[in-house]
């Protein structure tokens, strides 16, 4: 069974904690992390995007000039994509995009994920997340306790709107509700500042 160091806001070590070994030290897979992040990746997008083909521009289909003796390149009609405000080749139309992931591969997903996290040292446990108030400065000072530069996901136990508007100004911290995050975010920040009640819920959540 893993364990790992549990801190104070103010980065000081105050005790360990251990962790399920099924949600924390599950094996790295890849290939599943991969078709789960294309999947919510793809899924984000709206597919709305559409432009005109040559059939569905304006103006004649007539034949513009005969076809030899004028000295032109020979053409069919004006509403092809070589003309100015003609038809655009290969039109794009909207779409779903959307990609289905079953609920299993999801979760195997998550645990592999963030036990890749915790094996690189990258994942943070703190007792607790409370601030005095919602102000910048208070989050930043705790970036730079644990000398935190780059993106960092803040995971919480319940909601906390202190922590929610102090961080809203930092453009590299993501705070998240341990329900609510997914593969592609643990993936995607450098760190994870995590609490301990919010690590003994994901396990009750994952290690079914």
């Known amino acids: 069974m893993p364990t790992t160091k549990v801190y104070n806001l103010q980065a000081v070590e105050v005790g360990n904690v251990k962790l399920d070994d099924k949600v924390f030290g599950a094996e790295y897979n890849e290939a599943l992390i991969h078709q789960v992040v294309v999947a919510y990746l ?108 780059k993106s960092v996901l803040v995971v919480l136990d319940q909601a906390n709107e202190n922590v929610m508007k102090a961080s809203a100004n930092i453009a590299r911290v993501l705070v998240e509700n341990y329900s609510l995050i997914n593969v592609y975010q643990i993936i995607s920040a450098d760190k994870i500042l995590i609490t301990k009640q919010a690590i003994k819920s994901i396990e009750e959540a994952y290690t079914e």
């Open 42 to 149: 793809n899924n984000q997008r709206q597919g709305t995007k559409g432009t005109l083909s040559r059939s569905e521009v304006r103006g004649r289909a007539k034949k513009p000039w005969r076809q030899k003796g004028t000295g032109h390149a020979r053409q069919g009609s004006r509403r092809g994509p070589q003309w100015t405000k003609g038809g655009l080749a290969f039109a794009l139309k909207p779409r779903d995009y959307s990609q289905k992931v079953n609920k299993t591969a999801k979760r195997v997903a998550f645990r592999s994920a963030i036990s890749a996290k915790l094996a690189k040292n990258d994942v943070f446990v703190v007792e607790n997340f409370d601030i005095v108030d919602h102000k910048t400065k208070n989050m930043q000072a705790i970036l730079d306790a644990f000398k935190f530069n």
